[in-house]
């Protein structure tokens, strides 16, 4: 198409539109005044708006893919909608829904858009299971009273991952945010807020910022970011743990409680302080300020030393290879007891690896794990002479236990911590950004999701999640080389945040039969000062 409109409907019942493919148009799909609609595997790109459901109930979006538009896909006035499993990259604005009620957006992956999710004067939205990363702004809740966020990843955005504003009695749990440019949950003006198992790590401005919002309630969530929290205005009411109760907890302690505060640098409240009693608390309360105190902060477990009583436990040893092409071997062991996460320490001081974690679904017992560190030829040549993409700074072999115990119907859920010195860095010219583990599989290197967890003066700290172990290597790209994602969908202190002012998106004059969401809409751009300027 070439016009207006691709596909328009309006006044109607039970449509189905599936794989259409509509672009270059001002409308790619409009439904207006219509109920129990579906729209599944279509595709909309290239126009100024790509999917449009407005005053309409009981809609269904699935599997649809909408990029390098304006407008990516708006639902505005509606109830009962559901988004499913959508793909919307490269989109000056990516999902919004307006003035809407008990709409549902599950499993959908939003990447390298300005605006990525926005939900605005809506109530009792939910977002579950969403990918929302290497956007300007992450996910926003604005006049949206009751949503609920649970199980999203959201990282590498440029601003913010979550914020919440005006919106009270909302439910922040179980998300992954982290390595974002500013905060990773930014709370304004909302009352009655519940943030509970989230993993917050590696934001640049702050785990959490609570700005001008009151009885808030923060409990096991998993912080690492060299400032924790950040608070402006009034703060009333806010609680940091619940009351001591038997569960596991974000750090797989015996007790739900407060939460664990980490640093990058290792110096955490929960990372310095004793546990005399080893009952997963720390011994002192963590006072955040002088009139906010958590009182049951969480402290990791040590495991228990090896004793005697071992010897008889199955070992899973990595068999034995050829010495050739091996420029240095490092080890560890750890018992591990199935279905529990076990983590391996390691001294990282030739690999760099300086901690393996993985959940073993059915074998018990001490695991040995090796790191060969391999010289280019011997790597290259085992790889059937390919090579990743961009400068490779590292190869090497990882392996945990024997064959069977490595093996992908046994260890799930594996990660891999590693370090690179910030002179090798700077000498390789390298983006620090684009660090990156990449992992040898099925006759392809394959990049693994790299998220960077902090720096010291001499290293930054990484950690890469792994299906499995094999054959690696670390790699850079040089500094203003940037690699094209945007078809990939797959594998304590007080601060005022600085006031940024960039280029503003122009918007179009009109746009026929949607007026009252245009004006909206170009009320969000013109306070767009986010467009392409990452904050150093």
Known sequence: MNGSYGIAIKYSENCCLTENTVM?????????????????????KNNLLSIIIEASENCSLTGNTAKNNLLSIIIEASENCSLTGNTVTNNILGIIIEASENC??????????????????????????????????????????????????????????????????????ENTVSSNMMSGIHVANSDNLILSDNVILANSLS?????????????????????????????????????KTTGTNIVSGPYLGGNYWGTPNGTGWSQSSTDADEDGFCDTPYNITDNMTDYLPLKVIPEPEST???????????????????TAVEGGQQ???????????????????????????????????????????????????????????????????????????????????????????????????TITLNRFHDEVWNPLPTENTGEDDEYFYFRTETPGYSLYSITGNEIGVKEDISENTDENSTLTPETRTDDKQETPKTTPGFGGLLTGI???LSVMSVKKNRPE
């Not at 609920?148 to 955005?157: F, R």
């Open 335 to 433: 018992r591990a007891v199935a279905g529990q996460e076990t983590h391996v320490s390691l001294n990282g001081e030739a690999s760099g690896v300086y901690g393996i974690g993985f959940t073993s679904e059915s074998y018990s017992g001490m695991v040995i794990t090796r790191i060969e560190v391999l010289d280019t030829r011997t790597a290259v040549n085992e790889a059937s002479e390919k090579t990743p993409e961009g400068t490779a700074l590292q190869y090497m072999h990882i392996m945990v236990g024997d064959s069977r115990f490595e093996s992908s119907g046994n260890i799930r859920s594996g990660y891999i911590e590693f370090r690179v010195s910030k002179n090798r860095i700077e000498a390789e010219k390298l983006d620090v950004n």
């Open 104 to 173: 549902s957006l599950t499993g959908n992956t939003v990447m390298n858009d300005s605006y990525s999710i926005y939900i605005m004067s809506s109530e009792n939205c939910s977002l579950t299971e969403n990918t929302v990363m290497n956007n300007i702004l992450g996910i926003i809740i604005e006049a949206s009273d009751n949503s609920t966020l649970a199980g999203n990843k959201v990282s590498n955005n440029e601003y913010y991952g979550i914020k919440l504003q005006n919106s009270d009695g909302c439910t922040v749990n």
């Open 207 to 243: 785990g959490v910022f609570l700005q001008d919002s009151n009885n808030t309630a923060l409990f096991n969530n998993k912080f690492n970011n060299k400032n924790n929290t950040l608070f402006e205005g009034e703060i009333e009411g806010s609680v940091w743990n619940t009351t």
């Open 522 to 524: 170009g009320l969000l």
């Open 308 to 326: 005697g009583s071992d010897s008889h436990s199955p070992r899973y040893r990595p068999a034995s290879s050829p010495s050739e092409g091996v």
């Open 24 to 44: 270059n148009g001002s409308y790619g799909i409009a439904i207006k005044y219509s109920e129990n609609c579906s729209l599944t595997g279509n595709t909309a």
